[in-house]
């Protein structure tokens, strides 16, 4: 008898790191084009964005966020995870200390 465990006890969420449901304005650059998205969810590891032009899996961008504890523009590599339906998952390269101290305040 073949059992299937994922159906008995769900699948793992394999995350480090806990989201947190943050609406934020996401701006990153594509091809030459400027793309505006929104974020979902956060966390120090990464963020889920709402948007209309999908880049694939693997690319790397920069993503400006403005993360309401600091008074500039973060400017925080990305590379993409996740991509398809409204939108992709995004994770985070070298965050400085003040995007990580920033990032944490929101996640309080």
Sequence with gaps: ???????????????????????????????GAAIEARSRDISLGGMF??????????????ASVRLPALTEIAAIPCTVRWSGGAGMGLQFGALRARETWAINQLCK
Excluded: H, S
């Design 1 to 31: 008898m073949i059992v299937d465990v994922e159906a008995i006890v769900g699948t793992e969420n394999k995350r480090r790191y806990e989201r947190y449901p943050v609406a934020l304005v996401v701006t990153f650059e594509w091809q």
């Design 49 to 62: 964005i709402e948007c209309a032009t999908l880049v694939p899996y693997g690319a790397e961008i920069t």
